[in-house]
């Protein structure tokens, strides 16, 4: 209890420690750019900066309402691409822009070789690539925890070859209508 500076000791099942988010110490400092958290102010919908119209963030560097993870950058990078080029392109009117709905993925080590994949987007909303099957840990999430997605991470991501579920299943629906602004 940090309040009363005392340690308390509480039962537990599952315990989920989560590190520290901040964006990086040049975007912190550029107090123009960031809101009061540190992170750059952007429409959760669109990507683009509140305050200039020319800049778009993403992942840990914006004050988007969802995790910090790789996933949800995976689905972040793509409507950033698309609303950054319509712009340079000069059809950067809110009609002709994509929208980032939230998506991110939190695995979840439940014991050896057991792993709960945990995919939501905004407002909590469920968004499971693979149904039921992932209301309880399985090996095969476990499987693509530890071999799959460090090799899509480490050699197609950068490269811009892979955009996480999208890659295999197509953009939903949602991505191709009018991001709200």
Partial sequence: DLKDQRDIEVNFDVLHAVPPMRAPQLIRD?????????????????????????????????????????????????????????????????QNNVGYWGYTSCP????????????????????????SIQRSPNSLFYYLKTKVFPFTYFHLMPRGLWFGKHSIFGRPKQYLDQAQQ
């Fill in 30 to 94: 550029t107090k123009s750019l960031v809101d009061e958290t540190g992170f750059i102010a952007v429409v959760k919908h669109t990507l683009q900066s509140t305050r200039f119209p020319n800049v778009w963030a993403l992942g840990d560097s914006s004050n988007l309402p969802t995790s910090k993870t790789a996933a949800a950058v995976m689905d972040q990078a793509p409507v950033v691409v698309h609303n950054l080029l319509n712009t340079w392109r000069g059809s950067g009117l809110p």
């Fill in 108 to 131: 979840i080590f439940t014991g050896k070789g057991q792993l709960l994949l945990a995919e939501f987007k905004y407002d909590s909303q469920l968004d499971e690539t693979f149904g």
